[in-house]
């Protein structure tokens, strides 16, 4: 190197021309090693602590052996997108993975047209086959509201949207109907949206008309029946809960003085009982717009929660309490339950409703109470049946909330979808795959098209900038020699 060096000085930089077709040489070489690169398309080298920009050993592990062809569609992104980057090691793990970038729609109507994309639209759709899942742009980042630092959750969704749409089989989802329940297609668009989005079968199911809960239901969701059911519904709900059947009910509060004592004899199989009456929080840190019955609940870290439990919590609307029998009870039905949602201690219950006061009445209970729960029953040595019971359902709902000039549903508030479509993936033994959450600990800056070009000009011009003032200087100096 030392006498290469020397040559160059002695034969090359004492003649003008030379050193000029060296600066051309070196100028040629630098713009050719650059396209090359960009031709080979090489992923960036990830100097990140935590390797923000390296797909994990879980997702390698998790997609190695999936042999259906899968496509992954940015739509609205551009090259230099970091999502790029990261899928480009999807295919490099598995060729059977494929992306697509798709800077303008207008390009693709026929996933404009599929997909209902408009034109300012940034989402990334993952497709197997007839399945796919949509990804907005805003669910690949959340929050850590303990730390307030962002978190990148891109590979853990897209590494569960490939799984969840690669799987074989799909769960069956049941809404019961035919006793004033909240409808799918009307009170539960955005939940029955997502649930189908997760590659979920979803039905209606009133057994008034089937004479028993299907033997391919995942999941029985009940959700705020106002009228009892007759008997023969209790003895097919029984049926399904005594061959292990899954459960999750939904209940907001009804005040009608009717009794529904076939309703409470299924909840009497798990200990549970769903009280009248409405909670009001006095604690100013759990509700919202000072408003107490607009409830943040305490949130215990459970299969449903263990990703939302510090980032916001949930948001709920009118809520009950619910009252479990005693623990000797409990021993006696074989049930065990898990507290999820609990209010604070300043919390109010209150069954006179017809009294609008936010402060403290003379027939308020004052303390914690339960709101969320789940319960385990043992129907056998092989065979348990599980129900999620929240004394709350307007937070799963299209119900509007307004904020400022607009009204955006209550299931779109804080992890509301998130708790919700949490419950059925733990009944269905599908949970997410693997939590992958990587912390920005900043929030992600976006060149513009204007600032991206300079970029780029600086990156190559100030090279060969350096380069030609370093020439002119050294000629002058050798001139006044």
Known sequence: MKKFMEIIKKKWLKDTSKTVILVAIL???FIGINTLIQKLDLTDIDVTQEKRYTISEETKTQIKNIE?????????YNEETSLSDLLKQYTKQNENI???????IQDRPDLKSKYQITDETQVIIVEAGDRNKVLT????????YTTYQQIDVSEQKVTNAIVGITIEDEPKIYFLTGHNEYGLNTNLTVLNAY???EVNKVETLDLLVKNEVPQDADVLVIASPTKDFVDGEVEKITTYINKGGKILWLNDQDFSTQERPNIQKILDLYGVKLDKGIVLEQDDSKMIAETPNFIIP????????KDIATDGGVLLIN???????DDEKLEELKVTNETILTTSEKSLFRVNVANTSTSKIDTDQEGSFTIASKLTKQINDDTSSSMYIVANNLFATDYPIATGSSQVPAIYFYNNKDFTLNMISDLTNREDTITIRKDTGTITYTA???QNTIIKSIIFTMPAVIIIVGVVVWILRRRRK
């Open 27 to 29: 100028l040629i070489a």
């Open 68 to 76: 259906q062809k899968v496509v992954i569609y940015l739509i609205g």
């Open 98 to 104: 494929t992306h697509e970038i798709i800077k303008d």
């Open 137 to 144: 742009a805003q669910e690949l980042i959340t929050y850590d």
């Open 195 to 197: 649930l189908q989005n």
């Open 298 to 305: 305490n949130i215990t870290s459970t299969k449903a929660t």
């Open 319 to 325: 809520s009950g309490k619910i009252t479990l029998a």
């Open 448 to 450: 513009t098209a204007q």
